[in-house]
């Protein structure tokens, strides 16, 4: 029964949400109008970029995150057998050819670790950047009057 009334209470906030948001969106809009005139537009078009923007970076971090935690858990795996069968490994010799499996394997779970951090750094650039710009706008429109 909770998790029923959990879920009506989530629908009900997201149905708010969805008439509440659009009302403030307009809103903030129509007050940056009257505070910087022509400069809402193009605030209104830097924030439509840095979402787009965002969207875009987040969605290479996830894809990134993912195939890194399948590399990993390749990783895993290999090294889990490479445990359980140490003996025939040693018998036959094949530590040099599984050293080898397992170095390929982290090498490219480190590729897409290093993909997922040059995009963290990215997404959280586009904010740091896009934050600044439009203080520095606001600032610089506030000068001129």
Known sequence: MSVDAENIKSLVEIVGALFLIPAEVIG?????????????????????????????????????????????????NLLSEIINGVKAIKFFAWEEEFIRKITETRKRE????????????????????????????????????
């Open 28 to 76: 903030i809009i129509g007050i940056m109008y009257v505070l910087v005139k022509e400069s809402t537009f193009a605030g209104l078009a830097v924030l439509i970029l840095s979402v787009i923007l965002t969207r875009f970076t987040g969605q290479k971090i996830s894809s990134n995150g993912s195939k890194k935690s399948k590399e990993t858990a390749n990783r895993t």
């Open 110 to 145: 480190e590729k897409y670790l290093r993909f997922f951090f040059t995009d963290l750094f990215l997404y959280f650039f586009i904010y740091l950047f896009m934050n600044l710009f439009i203080s520095f706008k606001i600032s610089k429109q506030r000068q001129i009057n």
